[in-house]
């Protein structure tokens, strides 16, 4: 497995992102270049271990998004989200055991990064109610009232990308 970037732009993007944990590598690319790696995470997390159904996972979507996939040393994929061409980011994950490291602040800032860099006023997102702290964090803002999603409370954050 390739720990390099999939694209020149992809790694000008990372080199400027703050929170690289030195052990993580962050792979960018299209659903053809990714889809088994950014899979396995989100398997292991929505299926698995949050009982969402397997056919709900995949969606229309995944072709046109820019994934992102955080890798360790030995090229296991550890976490992984989308940015779709509206500024939507979604299918955030991170395995239970690399949880807590920094890996989804690192994914989310470089789509983040992605979504600036083409000019997108806003990125916007459905936060689980669990998480909505860590996208706070990541200069995200509550918008609307929460609802459910897959049997599972969500809240809609957005943040602007604007100076």
């Given amino acids: 497995m390739r720990s390099a ?3 020149p732009r992809a790694d000008s993007i990372a080199s400027e992102l ?3 944990a030195p052990h993580v590598s962050m792979r960018v690319g299209d659903w053809t270049q990714l889809r088994a790696y950014a899979m396995a995470v989100r398997d292991a997390v929505f299926v698995r271990e949050q009982g969402i159904p397997a056919q ?3 969606d229309e979507h995944d072709v046109f998004a820019v994934h992102a996939v955080a890798f360790d040393p030995c090229g296991v994929p550890l976490g992984t989200g989308r940015l779709l061409p509206d500024g939507r980011i979604g299918r955030m994950a991170v395995l239970a055991g690399a949880r807590g490291q920094g890996i989804g602040a690192m994914i ?7 979504a600036k860099s083409r000019g997108m006023p806003e990125v916007r997102l459905h936060a689980q109610l669990g998480a909505a702290a860590f996208y706070e964090r990541q200069g995200f803002r509550a ?8 049997g599972i409370l969500h809240q809609t954050m957005a943040r602007s990308l604007r100076s």
């Fill in 143 to 150: 918008v609307g009232p929460s609802f459910e999603e897959v």
């Fill in 56 to 58: 709900m996972e995949i």
């Fill in 108 to 114: 989310l800032a470089t789509l983040v990064a992605i």
């Fill in 5 to 7: 970037h999939a694209n």
């Fill in 18 to 20: 703050p929170h690289r």
